[in-house]
């Protein structure tokens, strides 16, 4: 099983850009998902999370309304849309799953997740 970030970059404050997470080896529909991010020197925090099914979504209330979550069970591929990018959004960005039966129920905590992909860097630079 394996995840792979990809779509960080070097992005100017108000920019925004598209994180895609591809899912292999996995049944991507068995699983829920969710993107964390690791500032420097800060602990990993939760940004956003999706159940199984496309409808249910969950976002930090530091990144609401500037962040979209979503999944395409189709191609194994999840996203994380970012508009308005500013310098406190710098971090690695990583992208996470756990199976569950439940197809709703979405996860915010980094123990909750068993599956990690190697994260992608995102710098904002003002």
């Known amino acids: 099983v394996q995840l792979q970030a990809s779509g960080g970059g070097l992005v100017q404050a108000g920019g925004s850009l598209r994180l895609s997470c591809a899912a292999f080896?996995?049944?991507?529909?068995?699983?829920?998902v969710a993107w964390f991010r690791q500032a420097p020197g800060k602990e990993r925090e939760f940004v956003a999370a999706?159940?199984?099914?496309?409808?249910?979504?969950y976002y930090a209330d530091s990144v609401k309304g500037r962040f979209t979550i979503s999944r395409d069970n189709s191609k194994n591929t999840l996203t994380l849309q970012i508009l308005s990018l500013n310098p406190e959004d710098t971090a690695v960005y990583y992208c996470?799953?756990?199976?569950?039966?439940?197809?709703?129920?979405?996860?915010?905590?980094?123990?909750?997740?068993?599956?990690w992909g190697p994260g992608t860097l995102v710098t904002v630079s003002s």
């Open positions: 996470a799953a756990r199976f569950t039966y439940s197809s709703t129920m979405t996860y915010t905590g980094a123990t909750d997740y068993s599956i």
């Open positions: 080896r996995i049944t991507f529909t068995n699983y829920a």
């Open positions: 999706i159940g199984r099914s496309t409808g249910t979504t």
